[in-house]
């Protein structure tokens, strides 16, 4: 079955505890991307990767990491986290950069920082 | 910069026609996409409109106009199961075609 999945779904933790939520597609997809969502504010962008070792900045990179060591994996990271990072987090891929428009979400991991 | 336009709330009656919209502006623009969200789940994509006109996918309908940076999606026959948040996006033209979203529309199907 063609899918995105996160690990994890759910993750509390304390303010300044590095942690990292993977991503992964077993479509071979191109191009991936972190998102996102918070009440009112809609889906906002947060990296993305057009290719292995390919990564770029969203509208709100500030507090985040990311890489692509294999096409399968775009893992984020957060190094400190800061309450202000609680929100609900989608990963996405789509199959290239060009051709492409249909992108396939992640379950999401929602993210509880105190 | 992008901004895209769209109600925050809808309520429509079970087997009516509602439409949704969304105007947005943007410095280039590749495309209008729309995404279907239930509480608690993932966005889905519903549809993609590039050139102006409607695209028809079986009750769910989108058009565009880019002379007015204007589109809407049309759900007819509304069901119980169309409660939903619907958000559009636009593709910019930056290398990578990344998706903008508005803020989204939450439809509220009543009996």
């Known amino acids: 079955e063609a899918q995105v999945t996160q690990n994890p779904r759910y993750l509390i933790t304390v303010t300044g505890k590095k942690l990292t939520v993977t991503c992964s597609q077993n479509m071979n997809h191109e191009y991936m991307s972190w998102y996102r969502q918070d009440p009112g504010l809609g889906l906002r962008q947060i990296y993305y990767?057009?290719?292995?070792?390919?990564?770029d900045k969203g509208d709100v990179p500030e507090g985040y990491k990311v890489s692509r060591k294999e096409k399968r994996n775009f893992p984020l990271i957060l190094e400190s986290p800061s309450p202000n990072q609680t929100s609900l987090y989608f990963c996405a891929s789509r199959e290239g950069v060009d051709n492409s428009y249909e992108q396939y979400f992640g379950p999401g991991t929602r993210l509880t920082v105190t | 910069g992008q901004s895209l336009e769209q109600p925050s709330e809808v309520t429509a009656v079970e087997g009516a026609i509602v439409q949704i919209n969304c105007t947005y502006q943007?410095?280039?623009?590749?495309?209008l996409s729309w995404y279907q969200q239930h509480d608690g789940g993932a966005p889905t994509f519903l549809s993609y409109n590039a050139l102006d006109g409607l695209e028809e996918t079986g009750r769910f309908s989108s058009f565009l106009s880019r002379s007015d940076s204007y589109g809407y999606l049309l759900l007819q026959e509304l069901q119980m199961k169309d409660s939903a948040s619907y958000f559009c996006?636009?593709?910019?033209?930056?290398?990578?075609?990344?998706?903008?979203f508005g803020t989204g529309t939450r439809l509220t199907v009543i009996p």
């Open positions: 990767s057009m290719n292995v070792e390919v990564t």
């Open positions: 943007t410095s280039g623009f590749y495309g």
């Open positions: 996006a636009v593709r910019n033209q930056t290398g990578a075609n990344n998706l903008f």
